[in-house]
């Protein structure tokens, strides 16, 4: 979140695709509910008390929404984190996924990408809302059978009983 220019990330690297002046007035102009802690972080502190919901890190298992890319894009973080027990090919899928994840949240941003060949989804447009709205609605279709697969997986871990195992032995 750019909101009022205050500690812009990647100011060095790539330009605003909107003055900040228009960035600031499309902030203050609409409603804002993000729930993803890990993006709510990179809100300005100016920018914070914009957002309805305030979430925090020992909180995310109250706000996390299956519809959130990054909510989608942090299966490849946990699949990675439960490695080897889930296996490679499925780290593999969770990385395809969060990638194409991250291609949309980057073409949404403030910055201005179109020199590494990311067209912009204008949000501050009412169009450009609605083709994220498809595209992100898409990539949860997508995610859901993976985020089935992971937490099968992971029950299926848990509930495993490793004194089988040792008496086998």
């Given at each position: 979140m750019v909101y009022r220019g205050q500690n812009l990330?990647?100011?060095?690297?790539?330009?605003?695709?909107?003055?900040?002046?228009?960035?600031?007035?499309?902030?203050e102009s609409r409603p804002i509910t993000c729930s993803h802690f890990d993006a709510f972080r990179f809100f300005t502190p100016s920018a914070q008390p914009f957002n309805k919901?305030?979430?925090?890190?020992?909180?995310r298992e109250n706000f996390e929404q299956s519809g959130c890319i990054h909510a989608n894009m942090?299966?490849?973080?946990?699949?990675?984190?439960?490695?080897?027990?889930v296996g490679s090919d499925f780290?593999?899928?969770t990385f395809k996924l969060a990638l194409?994840?991250?291609?949309?949240?980057?073409?949404?941003?403030?910055?201005?990408?179109?020199?590494?060949?990311?067209?912009?989804?204008?949000?501050?447009?009412?169009e450009g809302r609605k083709e994220y709205e498809v595209q992100q609605r898409a990539l949860a279709e997508e995610s859901k059978p993976i985020r089935a697969e992971l937490i099968k997986s992971l029950k299926e871990l848990l509930a495993y009983d490793s004194s089988e195992l040792r008496q086998t032995h």
């Open positions: 990330r990647h100011k060095n690297t790539v330009p605003l695709r909107l003055s900040q002046a228009d960035t600031d007035a499309f902030v919901i305030q979430p925090k890190k020992d909180e942090d299966l490849y973080k946990w699949t990675y984190k439960c490695m080897p027990w780290l593999w899928e194409k994840m991250r291609e949309l949240d980057m073409r949404a941003a403030p910055y201005d990408l179109t020199e590494f060949n990311y067209s912009p989804i204008q949000i501050e447009t009412a």
